[in-house]
């Protein structure tokens, strides 16, 4: 892993590395903050933060606040990329397809499947990765995201429970088999055999392989996505339905910005560290 | 003032406003956060944070953090732009002059006196707007501000003690008499009668004006601009000659980027809170 930049913040450091990945056939970049605790060489705690539509590394970690937390509780807190980038691989003119907006699956479907592999990557290669090269305690890995982030952060947790020990989401996209998200996406990436998407949909994943931890989730009442897009109310009865413990804050007034996700961040983080710690 | 954009956060909302500027003939943009109490109609003791070089509202509303603390002490937020800008606002190819380096003087060399007025902007204009059209309590207004706008916080306050009750400034330049940026931007607006340049030299100010209050400024040690351009030392200096109770902390392994101010933002809010209040 090659340090592309470094800055201390809030008696840890903020980081962005540049890999080879394996998983995507080309290089990555991730930020990674790193606690006090970290950087004396203390196994630490780790939170993945899986990010929405057109994100980068960047947006979380110059937006969400998140070091803060990370600091008080002495957890790692890393921030993937969401996608491929670069010459030689696929795009979209589409925000919402190609470079961008991988969707945390491994695409079967030209021209994506020869790089957009995210859920190798996230839930597979970066774990294992980061534990080999920084104080990440492997056995305390936790994930969140937001809107597409937010999908990915269930569904990689719940076919990943080996990796993903504890599980928060903002304003995912729950139900992709019902959202033109969801439909233009998995349709691109994996065809048109809904069995498929059913794989990657947290709602079917709830109820059919369920999740062994509790999770959260925050929704802005004020989001312009939720109703044709995000639909908590589809996961919240599945995972009624499945027997999984979940708590669902819907939040009044809130949008689908940073500013919301910020406000709410500290709550994440706390969440995570409770659930991972000890 | 008309309102341009406007999101919920940390139980309050924050908000851009444009209005027309009648000291700098231009359409400006402010950001605004309100806490919850400024929402419920409650007068509120309010902290301008004045940006550096290249900024606009947008770096420390979206980066600072400083909605967290704003909301948990109930004090409104506010972040002017850096200049006038536009089409007939004169500007220049290097980003240390022009748009997004006002330096928050009023210019009086051409082709900047016409607009670039932006001491006038933030220290009179602004100040009145805010208490006539928000809950803004304008007799308990303080300042701060980071690189170029913590010069221009340590200036204006020490200039408009009626408008600014309480100070702070993250990496300040403190000696524009002394340091390049300062000699290129008091120079082209001021002209060179070094004479001019001493009444918005924060040094020169301490001895010849003083401040009332106590003033806080935190500087990173790892900052690339501390020896050439920032100069805390010289502050300290006139402030002990000029007896101001300054608290200087030179902060070991900070640079010069929002991570800085982020993560020492809460610090600066609680200063002017605890100096506000009452």
Redesign the interface.
Known sequence: MQLISN?????GE?RVYRHRSSSTGTDMDVAVFLPEEALRGELCPTLFYLSGLTCTWENVT??G?A??PAADHGMIFIAPDTSPRGEGVADDEAYDLGQGAGFYVNATQEPWAAHFRMEDYVARELPKLLAESLPVDADAIGVTGHSMGGHGALTLAMRHPDVFRSLSAFAPITNPLDCPWGHKALGAYLGEDRAKWAEHDACELARSRGFRGDILIDQ?Q?DGFLEEQLKPWAFDAACREAGIDLTLRLLG???H????I??FM?DHVAWHAQRLFG
Chains 1, 2 share one sequence.
């Open positions: 800055a201390r913040a809030f008696g903020q110059v937006k606040g070091q803060r802005g004020a007034g809130y949008d910005s940073y500013y919301f910020s406000t500290e």
